[in-house]
């Protein structure tokens, strides 16, 4: 009985010190500038960011994430022509769409597509984005389908209230590993037609 006492502390400790170190791990995250804060949603400026990008047919949260996540880690932990390994940057981008779906994950701020090592995976294209506004709804715990619908909502009624014109289709944002219990951070994105003058 004490034994069993001592192992449980041990992993409870080792589980508390893992969500500790997660939670102030410093992981590049993409650049932006917050342009306004509203009630419930920022808007914000995005500059140019260099992306490795896969797309796949998947219509959900559940069939994006997991085949593609997989495919895109394979890339950065080595699966390239360098063989080389690329630190992994927050978010991940997700495109959840009828049509066709993509995962996106932004490259640390010194790759751009000159100097990124190319994928051995031909599905995987590097590609720079644009410079573009968008507005942005926050929410924590672990994403799903629902969540990402009800969120998704959210942010059109707000933009709607507020008579915001936005464009494209809403996009997932996250920011934590799976295994990351506490402290997580979820966005739902959506481009805005913004003039700062």
């Known amino acids: 009985m004490k034994t069993t006492f001592i192992v449980l502390t041990i992993l409870i400790a080792l589980i508390l010190f893992s969500q500790i170190y997660f939670i102030m791990a410093k992981t590049e995250t ?14 914000r400026l995005y500059p140019p960011a260099t992306m490795a990008t896969i797309l796949m047919n ?3 949260y559940k069939e994006l994430s997991s085949t593609g996540f997989r495919k895109l880690a394979s ?3 080595g699966g390239n022509n360098a ?13 959840i769409n009828d049509n066709q779906s993509s995962m996106s994950f932004v490259m640390p701020a010194n790759y751009n597509k000159d100097n990124l090592p190319k994928p051995n995976d031909s599905a995987i294209n590097i590609k720079t984005t644009t410079e573009e506004y968008i507005a942005a709804i926050q929410f924590g715990g672990y994403a799903n389908d629902e969540e990402i619908k009800t969120y998704t909502a959210k ?3 707000a ?5 915001m014109e936005y464009y494209g289709n809403f996009r997932f944002l996250g920011y934590n590993a799976p295994y990351q219990f506490w402290g997580r951070r979820n966005e739902i994105i ?3 037609r913004w003039n700062e003058n």
Do not use: C, W
């Open 58 to 60: 998947a219509k959900t």
């Open 155 to 157: 942010l059109e009624t």
């Open 30 to 43: 993409q650049a932006y500038r917050i342009i306004k804060t509203e009630k419930d949603f920022e808007i």
């Open 190 to 192: 959506v481009s805005i």
């Open 75 to 77: 890339y950065i932990f």
């Open 83 to 95: 063989n080389k390994s690329i630190a992994m940057t927050t978010p991940v981008h997700m495109d």
């Open 159 to 163: 933009l709607k209230s507020k008579g």
